[in-house]
Antibody
Framework: EVQLVESGGGLVKPGGSLRLSCVAS????????MNWVRQAPGKGLEWLGR??????????DYAAPVKGRFTISRDDSKNTLYLQMNSLKIEDTAVYYC????????WGQGTLVTVSS | DIVMTQSPDSLAVSLGERATINCKSS????????????LSWYQQKPGQPPKLLIY???TRESGVPDRFSGSGSGTDFTLTINSLQAEDVAVYYC?????????FGGGTKVEIK
């Protein structure tokens, strides 16, 4: 069974940083492209970015609102996906999900990030 | 970026009746080399993550009831829920994965009339 477990969320001040993790199991993580998606309170879904598998180059792509502030990485030895978030803004407050593949087959339960002074 | 526009924003349907949700993309998401539409549909219930219902615009994910169906091609797509059940109350999203930057529709809330 595919499992994705996000962690690392919490309360952070504007301008601060946070690193989220997503531990994967139940599938071959190293062969899988992975995404981060967020959902602000009461709002819709927003794709943040993705990282390809290393066999496909391991490259990353980002949505415009987070490009240059957020960095996605992966550690295939630990089956873990990361999201490093810098220069956080109040509008980054959201539940952050990791998802598998381009069609979004599997989602974690999410981790809440609150940016507030 | 490809803009995904869903309609309506919300709809109320009687139990056992049909619900129809539309999704329009600002450019085609049909990849001509494989004739596949890079379009997914998700269901999200309160307090839960989204669940994949449909991919390639019309392929039902394993375990999804057959009352859910997807159709359309190019820029216009439809999610149909036949014989609406109480457990289908949720917000539904379309998503394109044709372009490098994935985008979602704004969501459609389905309620019971």
């Amino acid at each position: 069974e595919v499992q994705l477990v996000e962690s690392g969320g919490g309360l952070v001040k504007p301008g601060g940083s946070l690193r989220l993790s997503c531990v994967a199991s139940g599938f071959t993580f190293s062969n899988t492209w992975m995404n981060w998606v967020r959902q602000a309170p009461g709002k819709g879904l927003e794709w943040l970015g993705r990282i390809k598998s290393k066999t496909d180059g391991g490259t990353t792509d980002y949505a415009a609102p987070v490009k240059g502030r957020f960095t996605i990485s992966r550690d295939d030895s630990k089956n873990t996906l990361y999201l490093q978030m810098n220069s956080l803004k109040i509008e980054d407050t959201a539940v952050y999900y990791c998802t598998t593949g381009s069609s979004g087959r599997s989602w974690g339960q999410g981790t809440l990030v609150t940016v507030s002074s | 970026d490809i803009v995904m526009t869903q309609s309506p924003d919300s709809l109320a349907v009687s139990l056992g009746e049909r619900a129809t949700i539309n999704c329009k993309s600002s450019q085609s998401v049909l990849y001509s080399s494989n004739n596949k539409n890079y379009l997914s549909w998700y269901q999200q219930k309160p307090g839960q993550p989204p669940k994949l219902l449909i991919y390639w615009a019309s392929t039902r994910e394993s375990g999804v009831p057959d009352r859910f169906s997807g159709s359309g091609s190019g820029t216009d797509f439809t999610l149909t829920i036949n014989s609406l059940q109480a457990e289908d109350v949720a917000v539904y999203y379309c998503q394109q994965y044709y372009s490098t930057r994935i985008t979602f529709g704004g969501g459609t809330k389905v309620e019971i009339k």
